[in-house]
């Protein structure tokens, strides 16, 4: 671009130079002189030619570079806005994967006492789970109301195990939603990927048991999950529910 400007400068010479000679040699049969003055005339002719087209080429290029300066401006800022959001993500996905290690850790201790036979019997992560299903069929074989199967899960948890399982994963998906939002610099695809990412490392054990409580149970925490219609939609798709019992 430069280039250009620079052609054209020398092109003006060139023609205030040619014309000069045409006019004064040429057409007017004037010989070249040695009077000093003569070619300082000659000087303040060219000077006077040619000075407004410098200043206008300098204006043109004072112009372009302060373009190309906001330009790379710009893309300066954006380059600093992306690594600030990479610095962000990483923040966010060291924290995130480590609490769901801390959250698989806290299923496998999860433990349920159940009576079977008049014998209390306690049962561990899957199988807990798997119990309290088959509690939850028994009794909707018996009454359609949501009340009984609350009262039931209330009754078994009385050291708050679910509501402590619950809550873990509660925490994940909102810290997601809030650290992730569209003020923070994310979009909605960007908070989908870690829900998705949440659901499919959560043990489906233990999703199966969130869904119970939010279906059936009155915590904040689930509350909040029965609320958050991204995390539903993404629920959804991987064809889940809240109202799977």
Do not use: C
Not at 110 to 125: D, L, M, S, T, Y
Request: no cysteine; proline share 1%.
């Amino acid at each position: 671009m430069i280039n250009k400007y620079i052609v054209a400068a020398l092109a003006a010479i060139f023609m205030v130079l040619t014309s000069y000679i045409v006019k004064f040699y040429l057409i007017l049969g004037y010989e070249f002189s040695s009077k000093q003055d003569e070619w300082g005339q000659l000087g303040d002719y060219a000077g006077g030619m040619l000075n407004p087209i410098f200043g206008f080429i300098s204006v043109v290029l004072l112009i372009k570079s302060l373009t190309l300066q906001n330009e790379a401006n710009k893309n300066l800022n954006d380059e600093l806005k992306e690594n600030k959001k990479n610095d962000k993500v990483r923040s966010f996905e060291t924290l995130f994967f480590n609490m769901i290690n801390s959250q698989k850790e806290l299923f496998n201790s999860f433990r349920v006492e159940f009576i079977v036979n008049g014998q209390p019997i306690k049962k561990i992560g899957v199988d807990a789970v798997l119990e309290i299903e088959d509690r939850i069929e028994i009794i909707r074989n018996h009454s359609k109301n949501d009340e009984a199967v609350r009262m039931f899960l209330e009754y078994i948890d009385t050291t708050d195990q679910i509501f402590g399982v619950v809550r873990a994963f509660y925490i994940m998906a909102k810290m997601t939603s809030e650290k992730l939002s569209d003020i923070e610099g994310f979009s909605a695809q960007d908070r989908k990927a870690h829900f998705l990412a949440l659901i499919n490392f959560t043990d489906f054990a233990q999703l199966r048991l969130i869904i119970i409580s939010v279906q059936f149970m009155n915590y904040h925490s689930v509350a909040y999950l029965r609320n958050d219609q991204e995390f539903i939609s993404v629920l959804e798709e991987v064809g889940l529910g809240y109202n799977s019992y």
